[in-house]
C-alpha cells in the first residue's frame, strides 16, 4: 500500500467516532424503532447457556390438514416452533389455521412447561426423552400482530422475560429458529402429502387475482392432503426428536446434550402453583364487576368471593382467561392483593373447552336463548363438530368453525344430547329422589 495525504490512523477514527450521536444519526436513517433495537445490538447478543435466551415463529410453509377424520375440506394450516438459542433445541411447538395472541401463548407455554403437561395424551411417552422446559431471560419475536398482542406482552412481563422484537424482513436477526425450520422442512415437512412451500404460498397470495396458475398451485396441495391434525402430530413430534439428536453445529455434540449440560450449572426456572399458571398463560381482558360477576365476550363469571366483593366494590377489574380452558378465570380487583376464581354460569363441564372452540359456539347460539338451556345448545353444537355434522351458517368463517372442530377432536366423543319436552315431562319424573317423592 502506498502511503498517501488522505489516510488516517483507526485510533484517529475511533476518536472521532466517540463523538458522534449513534442514536440521533440511526433515529435519522432508519427510525426511532429499528435504531432502539440497534442500540441494544439484537444482533450480536450471544447466548452461553440454554433458557437464556428463546426465538419464537410461525412457518411460512403451509400444510393442508383435515381438522379431524369426519371433516370433509383440508385447510392450510402453521406450526408454530420455538428453539433455544444457546443449544439449538426446540422447545415446543403450537397448530393453528390462524394465528393469533391465543396461539402465541399456547407456543411459549408448550415451551415453558414440562411436556408431560403440554403433550397431546397419545404422545406423553416422549415427554421422558424431550425433557427441555423453563423460561427463558429474553424472548426474541417478529412484528407480527400475534406477537405484539397486548394479552402475550403480559405473559412474557408477568414471567420477567424481555421481550425483543425483530425488525421486518430481517429472518437472520433469529436465525437460529429459522434454520431449524428450514431443516425441518427439508428433511421431513416437504415429503408429507399437502405440503405448499413458502414462495408458492407467497405468491399465491400476491399474485392469485391476476394469474390464475397460482390458484391451481393451492388447489393441487389441497388435493393431496390426506392427513388429519392429530395424524401430523404424531409424525411431528418424532422429527423434532430427530433434530434433538443431531450435533450442534459448534460444539459438535447433540444438541439434547449440550442443553442437559447446561441445566447442571444453570437450573430451569418454572412458575409454580396453579393460580399462577392460570394467571401467566391466559388472554387479558378488561371487564365490570356487577352483581352477576363478570362478563368476558358471552361468558358470565360468577362465585362467592366475587359476590363479597361487589359489596364493597363495583367498578372495571382485569380478567385472566386460560385459552386452553374457560371453565374458570381469575379476577384482580384493585386493593385486592389475591386473585379472585370465578367458575362458567350457569353450565359446568367435566371437559376442557378452549377459547376458539367457545367462540364458535358461542355464536351459534342466539342471545334470546335463555341462560338454562346454554348447555344443551353448546354440547349439541359440539356433538356436530365432532361428528362432522356441522353446516357453515350465513356470515361464519371456515377458519373458525375449523380451528373448533380441531380443538373438538381432542375432547372425549360427546353423544347427541337429547332436550326435554313437556310431552314427555311430568309431576313424577320431576319428584324422583326427593323427600315429595309419591309412595304407591
Not at 361487589?310 to 382485569?318: E, K, L, N, S, T
Not at 384493585?334 to 378452549?354: C, G, N, S, W, Y
Not at 344430547?417 to 319428584?431: F, K, Y
Amino acid at each position: 500500500m502506498s502511503s498517501g495525504v488522505g489516510q488516517v490512523s483507526y485510533e484517529f477514527l475511533r476518536q472521532h467516532l466517540k463523538t458522534l450521536d449513534k442514536r440521533a444519526l440511526l433515529e435519522e436513517q432508519v427510525g426511532f424503532r429499528y435504531a432502539q433495537q440497534s442500540i441494544r445490538a439484537i444482533k450480536r447478543l450471544l447466548t452461553t447457556y440454554a433458557n437464556q435466551r428463546c426465538e419464537l415463529d410461525n412457518s411460512r410453509y403451509g400444510l393442508y390438514l383435515y381438522p379431524n377424520e369426519k371433516w370433509n375440506e383440508p385447510l392450510l394450516y402453521y406450526t408454530g416452533l420455538g428453539a433455544d438459542h444457546a443449544s439449538r433445541a426446540i422447545k415446543g411447538y403450537s397448530l393453528t389455521i390462524a394465528p393469533s395472541a391465543a396461539s402465541t401463548i399456547r407456543l411459549y407455554e408448550s415451551c415453558v412447561l414440562p411436556k408431560a403437561l403440554t403433550l397431546p395424551e397419545e404422545l406423553r411417552r416422549y415427554a421422558h426423552d424431550w425433557d427441555v422446559a423453563g423460561a427463558d431471560a429474553l424472548v426474541a419475536v417478529d412484528n407480527g400482530p400475534e406477537m405484539r398482542a397486548r394479552s402475550v406482552g403480559l405473559m412474557f412481563l408477568m414471567l420477567l422475560v424481555i421481550l425483543l422484537f425483530m425488525p421486518p424482513r430481517r429472518p437472520d436477526y433469529k436465525g437460529t429458529i429459522e434454520r431449524i425450520f428450514q431443516t425441518l422442512e427439508s428433511r421431513f415437512i416437504s415429503a408429507l402429502c399437502g405440503y405448499i412451500a413458502a414462495r408458492e404460498l407467497r405468491a399465491a397470495r400476491e399474485l392469485r387475482v391476476t394469474d390464475p396458475r397460482y390458484e391451481r398451485v393451492l388447489e393441487r396441495a389441497k388435493a393431496r392432503a390426506n392427513m388429519t391434525v392429530a395424524d401430523y402430530e404424531k409424525k411431528l413430534v418424532p422429527a423434532i426428536l430427530e433434530d434433538l439428536n443431531e450435533p450442534h453445529p459448534q460444539y459438535k455434540r447433540r444438541k439434547i446434550e449440550v442443553y442437559r449440560e447446561a441445566q447442571a450449572l444453570v437450573p430451569q426456572l418454572f412458575p409454580t402453583g396453579r393460580l399462577q399458571l392460570k394467571s401467566i398463560f391466559s388472554l387479558t381482558y378488561e371487564a365490570t364487576l356487577t352483581r352477576e360477576g363478570v362478563q368476558v365476550e358471552r361468558f358470565k363469571y360468577q362465585s362467592d368471593e366475587l359476590g363479597l366483593l361487589y359489596r364493597v366494590y363495583d367498578g372495571p377489574v382485569q380478567v385472566q382467561l386460560p385459552p386452553n380452558d374457560i371453565r374458570t378465570v381469575l379476577v384482580f380487583a384493585p386493593k385486592m392483593r389475591q386473585p379472585i376464581e370465578a367458575q362458567l354460569v350457569p353450565h359446568d363441564f367435566d371437559f376442557p373447552v378452549t377459547i376458539e372452540l367457545a367462540r364458535m359456539v358461542a355464536s351459534r347460539i342466539p342471545e334470546s336463548v335463555p341462560s338454562e338451556e346454554f348447555a344443551f345448545h353448546f354440547l349439541h353444537t359440539l356433538h356436530q363438530l365432532q361428528s362432522g355434522a356441522i353446516v357453515l351458517q350465513p356470515g361464519e368463517r371456515q377458519r373458525a368453525v375449523a380451528q373448533a372442530a380441531t380443538h373438538a377432536s381432542n375432547l372425549p366423543p360427546i353423544a347427541k344430547p337429547s332436550a326435554a319436552t313437556e310431552s314427555d315431562t311430568n309431576l313424577d319424573s320431576l319428584l324422583v329422589g326427593t323427600e315429595m317423592d309419591r309412595v304407591d
